[in-house]
């Protein structure tokens, strides 16, 4: 495990695929930064919400900053495989749904 902040931040292979956590938790830097930058929600929410001292929230935010470029390009990285993950094994649920409809479509027409 590598310690980033000594207190808040730590960076362990066996957790979350080695992304920057606060300390103890698996709650990621980037999920604070997307609550708080993309969600609006405020540190002290975020805080209050996973129990979180206030500190170690923002020293989330103050990695994320130093380290915005590489967190980024992962986070991009992630959504792009998730993508690609989603297409090559379509849903189940989604087909049945889609079935579903279909015949609904169908006894409805005169």
Same mark, same amino acid.
């Given at each position: 495990?590598?310690? *980033? $902040? ?8 066996? *957790? ?12 990621? *830097? ?6 708080? #930058?993309?969600?609006?929600?405020? #540190? ?7 129990? #979180? $001292?206030?500190?170690? *929230? ?29 297409? $090559? ?15 609904? $479509?169908?006894? #409805?027409?005169?």
């Amino acid at each position: 495990m590598q310690a *980033v $902040s000594r207190e808040h931040i730590e960076i362990s292979s066996d *957790v979350r695929a080695g992304k920057p956590c606060i300390t103890g938790t698996r709650i990621a *830097v980037e999920d604070v930064a997307v609550m708080h #930058l993309k969600m609006g929600y405020s #540190l002290i929410e975020i805080a209050g919400k996973y129990d #979180l $001292s206030l500190a170690s *929230v923002y020293a989330a935010m103050a990695y994320y900053f130093d380290h915005r470029h590489e967190i980024d390009r992962r986070m991009v990285e992630d959504e792009e495989s998730i993508r690609a993950l989603q297409q $090559s094994h379509p849903s189940r649920l989604e087909a049945k749904l889609r079935l579903k409809r279909s015949e609904r $479509s169908h006894s #409805l027409s005169p």
